[in-house]
């Protein structure tokens, strides 16, 4: 039972950190980055 309590609580730490991210936008930083080095290993940018 404590094994199943553990996992919900990081489950839910998880939850928060990355709502956490999310709103302060680095999604979006994450995402430019990724298309940037997307874009160099093409030989595009």
């Known amino acids: ?3 199943n309590r ?3 609580f990081l489950i ?3 939850a928060v950190f990355l709502g ?3 709103l302060r936008g ?3 930083v994450v995402f430019t980055k ?3 080095i997307c ?4 030989g595009i940018g």
Request: aromatic fraction near 4%.
């Open 1 to 3: 039972m404590k094994q």
């Open 6 to 8: 553990t996992a919900w």
């Open 12 to 14: 839910l730490l998880a």
């Open 20 to 22: 956490t991210g999310i």
């Open 26 to 28: 680095e999604a979006a």
């Open 34 to 36: 990724s298309v940037n």
């Open 39 to 42: 874009l160099e290993c093409i």
